[in-house]
Every structure is written in structure tokens, then in C-alpha cells.
């Protein structure tokens, strides 16, 4: 039999406002670097991939058209995908997301907060995250199974909000699909839809804060919760 075919590449991506400069006037921290390597074909291979200082701004303008908040932060990763006759596994070693937010695009969506002081470092955001960890996650579609080893998040911020009318804040980040997109439900693949099994080996949280406000109750008492640690172990 013949021996696979296999491939390598690498790259650096930087945005494009930067692309007009010298290689060597761009510092390492504008640039994005991703590398593939695999073997296979379509029907049986496998492909790793490394990403490096991804900015997720770069995703923001493919999101807006279902989601308001505008992301940010910056994303380490390496994961593999391998597959065979219609089937595969993926897994990710791990993944790092550093300084992730989730910025207000309207004024509403970030009101003043009482006392005029704000638990968040920037006052235009909806929630921040120092650090998320990721390790050891596997997802296998033949067994339906999602296993991740460990989830690590480090001064999580959130405001969590309900208006007037009782709705809250994550129903006003939904935006409305688009006109002309239409999702019609397959009957036939929701009668062969089979139910997943989720697992998580540890969970870690350190240094969360949490603010409540309820505008929906008579008397509106901001609810503060704060230096939430969490450990959880399977």
C-alpha cells in the first residue's frame, strides 16, 4: 500500500493595517503564529495544530451577527484532530486564554454602576477573565463523549444583570439571526440523535467576584459575591 501523504506548515499572522510594515518592525507580541503537521487522507489521517498570541478580537466580526459583546483576549493552543471512515476523535493538550473581556457595544449594556465604582478594571466591560486553562480535553464522536481533564479560571469578573422586564443580561447579547438565514431542524437526525456524556476530572477557580442587580424587584439591593474559590474533583 502506498504511505500516506503527509504535510507540515507554519505561519505568521499579523492584522492587516500591520501587513504594509518590515518583518522586523513588527515586535512578537503583534503576531499570531499557527503551525499544522499531518498524515492521512480523507478517509483516515490525523492533522496537530499549535497556535500561539491568537488575538480573539479577530473572531468579533464573524460573531457580531449572532452576538453583541465584542471579544477579546488572547489564545495559546495545541490540539489534534484524527479521523477514519466518518468518525473521529479530537483532543486538545491544552489551551490558555489570557486577558479575556467581553466589551459593551452599547452604553445600556454597561450602566454606571452604584456609588459610581465599578468591580470590573475596565468600565465598558461586561465580564473578565484573567486566565482560562484548559487541559487534557478529548471529544469522541463515535462513543458521544466529551472528557476534559481540568478547567483553571483566574479572576473570573460578571455582572449579572435582570432588567425591568425581568429579562437577563445574556438575552440581550443574542442577536437575531439574520435576515434571509433560516435553521429548519432535521427530524431525521433529531430521531437518531444520541445523548452525549460530559465529563470534568478538576475544576479550579480563584479570585471570582460576582455582582447581582435585580431591577425587576421593588427594592433594588446590588448583591456583591466575592473571592470565590472553587475546587472540584472527580
Do not use: N
Not at 480563584?206 to 472540584?232: F, H, N
Amino acid at each position: 500500500a502506498a504511505a500516506p501523504m503527509q504535510w507540515a506548515a507554519s505561519m505568521k499572522v499579523a492584522p492587516l493595517e500591520r501587513v504594509g510594515q518590515a518583518a522586523g518592525a513588527l515586535s512578537q507580541e503583534t503576531q499570531a503564529s499557527i503551525a499544522l503537521a499531518g498524515a492521512g487522507a480523507l478517509q483516515d489521517g490525523r492533522v496537530a495544530r499549535s497556535v500561539r498570541r491568537l488575538p480573539l478580537e479577530w473572531g468579533a466580526p464573524y460573531l457580531s451577527a449572532w452576538f453583541r459583546p465584542k471579544p477579546s483576549g488572547t489564545l495559546d493552543t495545541d490540539a489534534g484532530l484524527a479521523w477514519k471512515d466518518g468518525r473521529w476523535v479530537a483532543r486538545v493538550a491544552s489551551l490558555a486564554v489570557e486577558g479575556a473581556s467581553l466589551a459593551c457595544v452599547d452604553a445600556a449594556d454597561c450602566p454606571e454602576p452604584d456609588g459610581g465604582r465599578s468591580f470590573l478594571r475596565d468600565r465598558r466591560t461586561l465580564a473578565e477573565l484573567q486566565r482560562l486553562e484548559l487541559e487534557d480535553a478529548r471529544i469522541d464522536s463515535a462513543r458521544h463523549a466529551l472528557h476534559i481533564g481540568r478547567i483553571g479560571l483566574t479572576q473570573p469578573r460578571l455582572r449579572v444583570e435582570r432588567d425591568a422586564q425581568g429579562r437577563w443580561m445574556v438575552e440581550r447579547w443574542a442577536r437575531t439571526a439574520p435576515s434571509g438565514v433560516s435553521v429548519k431542524p432535521d427530524a431525521a437526525a433529531d430521531a437518531s440523535a444520541q445523548t452525549w456524556s460530559v465529563a470534568l476530572g478538576r475544576l479550579d477557580l480563584d479570585g471570582g467576584v460576582a455582582v447581582l442587580r435585580d431591577a425587576s424587584l421593588q427594592e433594588r439591593l446590588p448583591v456583591t459575591v466575592s473571592d470565590v474559590r472553587v475546587r472540584l474533583q472527580d
